[in-house]
Nanobody
Framework: QVQLVESGGGLVQAGGSLRLSCAAS???????MGWFRQAPGKERDFVAA????????DYADSVKGRFTISRDNAKNTASLQMNSLKPEDTAIYYC??????????????????WGQGTQVTVSS
């Protein structure tokens, strides 16, 4: 059974920081990992992705320079460090795994496994 569990969400003031973590079962973790977010009434959007070995990353333009994705394969975890948060970053954040991919991707169709999501709220 593949499981992804996110943690680290919460309420923060604009300009603050949060770190999201995603704990994965061993079978699921050796894959491209991604973070997505969904705001109320909007579609789920790509945020960041990282390759299997961690040597390649991709970011949405809206978070580039503020967010950093990383992974620790020994601990089966992936993380998203979010700095300089803005009210428009408010959303439910989802961790996802794309085991069929060899390189990073923004397409949700490649992500076979998803976490339950964690709420991030940024107040102005």
């Amino acid at each position: 059974q593949v499981q992804l569990v996110e943690s680290g969400g919460g309420l923060v003031q604009a300009g603050g920081s949060l770190r999201l973590s995603c704990a994965a079962s061993a079978r699921s973790f050796m894959s491209v990992m991604g973070w997505f977010r969904q705001a109320p009434g909007k579609e789920r959007d790509f945020v960041a992705a990282i390759s299997r070995g961690g040597d390649s990353t991709d970011y949405a333009d809206s978070v580039k320079g503020r967010f950093t994705i990383s992974r620790d394969n020994a601990k089966n975890t992936a993380s998203l460090q979010m700095n300089s948060l803005k009210p428009e970053d408010t959303a439910i954040y989802y961790c996802a795994a794309a085991p069929r991919r060899m390189s990073v991707t923004r397409s949700t169709s490649w992500y076979d496994y998803w976490g339950q999501g964690t709420q991030v709220t940024v107040s102005s």
